[in-house]
């Protein structure tokens, strides 16, 4: 008995191969991965696509002594685990940054920010800038900062137009837990040495989680700010620099209730994006609706357009919002992030002006239950039209399995799991035994093939390899033959 994604081979002259699918089952997935044991949290960051073909997923995760420490783990185009990298710190636990906290550099090796030490405590925490070989290997991890000025690194990039590195995050001013956190941007030349810190914010909380590169010279930061709310909500904040880090504009955007941080990206018209949620809540209401946001700002800040969802969603008391969005080939922009309530990530393509082309939801089958998650934290296009999207989930207690795990799964170009997903409702993806006898084997002209488990579906494939693995033929078996 085979499972029904699986090739059967002969080995003699002739290799017959029997290959049940749905045309994407073969190309698409979706992952639950626990490389770390089940009482062992992991959470998935950031996702890139390897000059190799393969995806690299950038982690977090505890060893077997629960130490906290920076995982990449390697996956194929099939959904396989390939390989892990983890790498532990003894002076302190290593935490990976935020959504997208990765860039992919133009020679095929990586960069990402985040910490190292206590955050959450009055120990030390100090920014990492960590650079990463292209298999996914730690090729050097720089840290700045001090004991005194606790210290959080969210995303890193590199400036094409200099090859220096950059970082985003947040530093609390002492005394620790006083209220005010800044945000900044640590400008560092390609081998990490320090170029710049620049800070920015106001008596709150500011904190920056996303930083782009700007085609002269600069960055555009992106993140949250307390600061300016007149009731201390989180507002949207973006921030324009120059090469040195240098304010050149900045804007806060959002309602007066609890929006969300700003995702940010500069598009091919040279002007910038930005997403995030919206809230609609009113005080003494008894209905809250959080919708997902995108808007466009000119070279100057000033706004183009703006964004809210509320159409695709029905009901009432829900929250979702937008962590990331990217520009396609196309200037469509593809953007992630989560409805809260339902549990479910979602996904959202919309063309450059910001209308909706399609909208989608996912979770993982062992993570349906009340009080699970499924947390998309990146999105990135395969090479081939559709997308992979990584991030971490968790099962409730009602659910087959539970504990924090990795994520990751790829849809095609129409973000269906299944083809023809927005075609029809409730699309289910399945996987089958299947019982199979071939003879004679080994086959030189004749091969007579009987599927003991019943007939086949529409879709079902038979394959003919040769004994060096090379294909022969492909033939469709017509919908309920079982030889």
């Not at 925490?125 to 969210?154: A, C, F, P, V």
């Not at 080994?442 to 394959?463: N, T």
Request: aromatic content about 10%; proline content about 4%; glycine content about 10%.
């Amino acid at each position: 008995m085979v499972n029904a994604k699986t090739i059967l081979h002969t080995t003699l002259l002739m290799i017959a191969a029997l290959l049940f699918f749905l045309q994407a089952e073969a190309q698409y997935f979706n992952k639950r991965i626990d490389f770390m044991g089940l009482d062992m949290p992991e959470n998935g960051f950031s996702i890139e696509l390897m000059i190799d073909g393969n995806y690299i997923l950038f982690n977090s995760g505890r060893s077997i002594n629960y130490e906290l420490g920076l995982g990449r783990t390697i996956i194929s185009p099939q959904g396989e685990v390939l390989f892990e990298h983890f790498n532990l710190d003894e002076t302190g636990p290593l935490y990976t940054g935020t959504a997208n906290t990765s860039t992919k550099l133009l020679d095929g090796t990586f960069v990402s920010s985040g910490s190292r030490g206590w955050y959450d405590s009055e120990l030390e925490s100090m920014i990492t800038l960590n650079k990463y070989h292209e298999d996914g290997s730690i090729e050097w991890i720089q840290l700045y900062g001090d004991s005194i000025n606790q210290s959080i690194g969210r995303a890193a990039t590199e400036q094409p137009f200099n090859k220096n590195l950059a970082c985003v995050g947040s530093i609390n001013i002492p005394p620790v837990g006083n209220g005010d956190v800044d945000a900044f941007v640590l400008i560092t030349d390609s081998i990490g040495n320090m170029v710049q810190l620049s800070t920015f914010g106001g008596n709150g909380v500011d904190e920056f989680l996303n930083i782009c590169p700007t085609i002269d010279g600069g960055y555009l930061l992106g993140g949250y700010t307390r600061s300016y709310n007149s009731q201390g909500n989180i507002d949207h904040f973006v921030v324009k620099t120059d090469s040195a880090g240098n304010e050149q504009w900045s804007k806060v955007i959002g309602t007066p209730r609890e929006d969300s941080w700003a995702d940010v990206l500069q598009s091919s018209d040279a002007n910038y994006v930005f997403c995030g949620s919206w809230n609609e809540y009113t005080i003494g209401g008894t209905e809250h609706y959080t919708f997902p946001y995108i808007s466009k700002l000119d070279s100057a800040g000033d706004l183009i357009w703006e964004h809210t969802y509320e159409d695709l969603f029905e009901g009432s008391n829900y929250y979702t919002k937008l962590r990331i969005v990217k520009e396609l080939e196309n200037e469509d922009l593809i953007s992630i992030g989560e409805r809260a309530g339902a549990n479910l990530g979602i996904m959202l393509r919309t063309d450059k002006d910001g209308n909706v082309i399609w909208y989608r939801e996912f979770m993982h089958p062992t993570t349906q239950s009340y009080g699970a998650a499924n947390i998309i934290n990146d999105v990135i296009p395969d090479g081939e039209g559709g997308f992979v999207c990584g991030g971490w989930l968790y099962g409730s207690p009602l659910d087959s399995i539970q504990g924090q795990d990795l994520w990751v799964f790829r849809t095609d170009s129409m973000g269906c799991l299944v083809p023809g997903c927005h075609l029809v409702d409730n699309v289910e993806v399945h996987e089958e035994e299947v019982l199979v006898s071939m003879y004679p084997n080994p086959v030189q002209d004749l091969l007579s093939v009987h599927l003991k488990s019943g007939p086949m579906p529409r879709g079902a494939q038979l394959e003919l390899y040769d004994m060096h693995g090379r294909h022969h033929s492909t033939t469709t078996i017509n919908p309920g033959a079982t030889t």
